[in-house]
């Protein structure tokens, strides 16, 4: 990618529609992990013409490499399959959770793991290589935005949902996909 290239992420955003749910996920949270899980089969039970889909990424400490996994997300995102790469990162984490958290958050294999061998493992799983926009400084715009927006509408936790941009706190990632669709259409 060239440096003198304007960085643009793109949102990681799907449908269209008036009711809009955002899900703000910790990639290695095993109750992100979850709900992330359930969200195609959520927009296509709701439709993407009556609902907007936006994930957003909820970085948090005592998931030992979630700034690294964060922040080669919104790389990906900004190459040129943009979201559908980012959402390939997302998947690929999922699948192989184990890999890139700690056991209890302070021990494990992942003790002698380095940033740049979880690098290496996004891109093998994912077959995404971000690289290049992951070492642009610049991208730290990006992940600012999203740890910003999520602190200003209060949420600190993932997974965390809000519809039409009220936090819905007893909307769990164990919960039904029929309901999370009528709450929606609520």
């Given at each position: 990618?060239?440096?003198?290239?304007?960085?643009?992420?793109?949102?990681?955003?799907?449908?269209?529609?008036p009711?809009?749910?955002?899900?703000?996920?910790?990639?290695?949270?095993?109750?992100?992990v979850?709900?992330?899980?359930?969200?195609?089969?959520?927009?296509?039970?709701?439709?993407?013409?009556?609902?907007?889909?936006?994930?957003?990424?909820?970085?948090?400490?005592?998931h030992?490499?979630?700034?690294?996994?964060?922040?080669?997300?919104?790389?990906?995102?900004?190459?040129?399959?943009?979201?559908?790469?980012?959402?390939a990162?997302?998947?690929?984490?999922?699948?192989?959770?184990?890999?890139?958290?700690?056991?209890?958050?302070?021990?494990?294999?992942n003790?002698?793991?380095?940033p740049?061998?979880?690098?290496?493992?996004?891109?093998?799983?994912?077959?995404?290589?971000?690289?290049?926009?992951?070492?642009?400084p610049?991208?730290?715009?990006?992940?600012?935005?999203?740890?910003?927006?999520?602190?200003?509408?209060?949420?600190?936790v993932?997974?965390?949902?809000?519809?039409?941009?009220?936090?819905?706190?007893?909307?769990?990632?164990?919960?039904?996909?029929?309901?999370?669709?009528?709450?929606?259409?609520?």
């Amino acid at each position: 990618m060239n440096n003198t290239v304007t960085l643009h992420a793109d949102p990681l955003v799907w449908g269209h529609g008036p009711k809009v749910f955002e899900v703000f996920l910790e990639p290695t949270c095993p109750f992100s992990v979850k709900a992330f899980n359930k969200l195609d089969a959520l927009l296509a039970a709701v439709g993407e013409d009556q609902m907007t889909l936006k994930i957003r990424l909820q970085s948090q400490p005592w998931h030992m490499y979630s700034g690294v996994i964060v922040r080669y997300i919104l790389a990906a995102s900004t190459l040129p399959a943009g979201k559908a790469d980012a959402k390939a990162v997302l998947k690929a984490v999922a699948l192989h959770r184990e890999e890139f958290e700690f056991t209890d958050h302070c021990a494990g294999p992942n003790m002698d793991a380095t940033p740049n061998d979880i690098l290496a493992r996004l891109k093998r799983y994912s077959g995404v290589d971000a690289y290049a926009p992951f070492a642009r400084p610049e991208l730290q715009a990006e992940v600012k935005w999203h740890c910003k927006y999520a602190r200003q509408n209060g949420i600190h936790v993932s997974p965390t949902f809000m519809i039409n941009g009220l936090v819905q706190s007893d909307i769990s990632s164990g919960d039904d996909i029929s309901e999370w669709a009528k709450r929606i259409q609520a």
